[in-house]
């Protein structure tokens, strides 16, 4: 399994890193202008962040296959392994193509239904990111186009691995594990969401209570002993 914060805050990168076993970053270009630093600047902070570890993805802006193999190229001049992301539209899958033969790794984005995901995979995509929330939020099921895109892809294009986006909730990220994804992408949120428990917290402190309690207790039978020569 692998494990993407999708963000472009290099703080929170740095910091989660430390805590969450990741194996990358993802952007796409509403984080990168959120985060309001140039790509040629953020994309390698973001890869020092990760101690210069960890697959970096990144999204073309093009609308032309031509166009998108251009932007690709300009994206592998600033990190040499990133992995680029294509909007799978027909434009998109021709770039796909084209990319695959120059040996370029892609992900195909912006995945709102299983086959579209499959023509991607076919087309050579590493990657297929279907979108997991935004499909549930246009009436359809998010986790059911996981489970048919990675029944999909195990039988007919073993090579490329399902990367489910999209997230508002860590149920949503959990049953797409559970449906056999073998990666997801968390925003900041979600992923903040997944360690912070306030039950957790109030037990933790309890046992800090009980601990220091039972040692103040010892330390007076102790005192208590000496004094009385026991």
Known sequence: ?????????????????????L????????????GKKPLDVVLPQLHEAMGGQGRLFAQ?????????????????????????KVPVTAEGLAAI???????????GTAVYGAAQGLLSALAGAEYVAPYVNRIDAQGGS???????LHQLLKMHAPQAKVLAASFKTPRQAL????????????PLDVAQQMISYPAVE????????DGWERLA??????????LINC
């Open 1 to 21: 399994m692998e494990l993407y914060l999708d963000t472009s805050d290099v703080v929170a990168v740095k910091a989660l890193s430390r805590i969450f076993p």
């Open 23 to 34: 194996a990358g970053v993802t952007t796409n270009p509403s984080i990168i202008a959120a």
């Open 60 to 84: 073309v802006m093009a609308t032309t296959a031509e166009g998108m193999v251009n932007d690709a190229r300009k994206l592998r001049s600033i990190i040499a392994d990133i992995v680029v």
């Open 97 to 107: 193509k084209m990319l695959k033969a120059e040996g370029i790794p892609t992900l």
């Open 142 to 148: 998010g986790i059911q186009t996981v489970t048919d």
């Open 175 to 186: 049953d797409c594990l559970l449906a056999g994804c073998e990666s997801i992408t968390l």
């Open 202 to 209: 109030a037990a933790v402190a309890k046992f800090e209570q």
């Open 217 to 226: 207790e010892r330390r007076f039978n102790r005192t208590f002993c000496i």
